[in-house]
């Protein structure tokens, strides 16, 4: 089903130049309510400003940026692997923002995302990667699915997450409780 998809990693320099459909497609997660660090309304300057960052994050910290692209060449799908910077931790990184828009979903395309972003993390000679979600989220699914080992007891058990939702809602739609869960994935060396 992903046939034509592609994974890449791309610089901050495309980042300049796909900004705007990087923006489109994170406004699209936030206004669908995903757990992904932003409240709705997610405004497209709001958005540019973030992506602005993480280009930086690409410059000066090594911060690997992949995108899945469709056959037509577009932006569908993006996620970031951070490295880990303490002395004790450069075997590790984190996996961070695992995105897909909405009209691109269950089609594969997170999970090829996972897959390349741990084939990066071998070569870079990483041992370990973490990504945390909320409970009963897709992105929980998506990672249990892909063979990720939960650690509920790695990250603190019960994080409350406020998420404002239009005036429109009623109260009891607009404070959901969710556990926060940590997935980690013990990437093993290729044999020589
Ligand atoms: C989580 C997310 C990245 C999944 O992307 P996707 O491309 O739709 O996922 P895939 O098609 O690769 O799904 C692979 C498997 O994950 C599971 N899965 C994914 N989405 C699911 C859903 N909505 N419900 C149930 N299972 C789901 C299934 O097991 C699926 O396999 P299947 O389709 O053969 O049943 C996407 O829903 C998303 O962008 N969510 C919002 C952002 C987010 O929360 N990111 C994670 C936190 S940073």
């Known amino acids: 089903m992903t046939d034509d998809i592609q994974v890449r990693r791309i610089g901050a320099d495309e980042v300049d130049q796909r900004l ?44 690997a940026l992949l995108a899945a692209e469709d056959g037509a060449g577009q932006i569908v799908g993006t996620t970031q692997m951070v490295p880990a910077t303490s002395e004790n931790q450069l075997h590790s990184a984190r996996v961070v923002k695992v995105l897909v828009e909405r009209s691109a979903r269950r089609r594969g395309i997170g999970r090829r995302m996972l897959r390349a972003v741990s084939e990066l993390a071998r070569k870079e000679g990483k041992t370990l990667l973490t990504l945390s979600t909320t409970t009963g989220s897709a992105a929980e699914r998506l990672y249990a699915s892909s063979g990720w080992a939960s650690s509920p007891g790695v990250c603190s058990p019960l994080t409350a997450h406020i998420a404002r939702r239009p005036s429109s809602t009623s109260i009891s739609d607009t404070t959901k409780l969710a556990s926060r869960l940590l997935f980690t994935d013990h990437i093993c060396p290729v044999p020589f």
């Open 20 to 63: 705007e459909r990087l923006a489109d497609i994170l406004i699209d997660c936030v206004a669908n309510g995903d757990s992904v660090s932003f409240l709705p309304p997610l405004t497209r300057r709001r958005a540019r400003v973030y992506w602005r960052s993480v280009a930086d994050a690409v410059i000066c910290n090594g911060c």
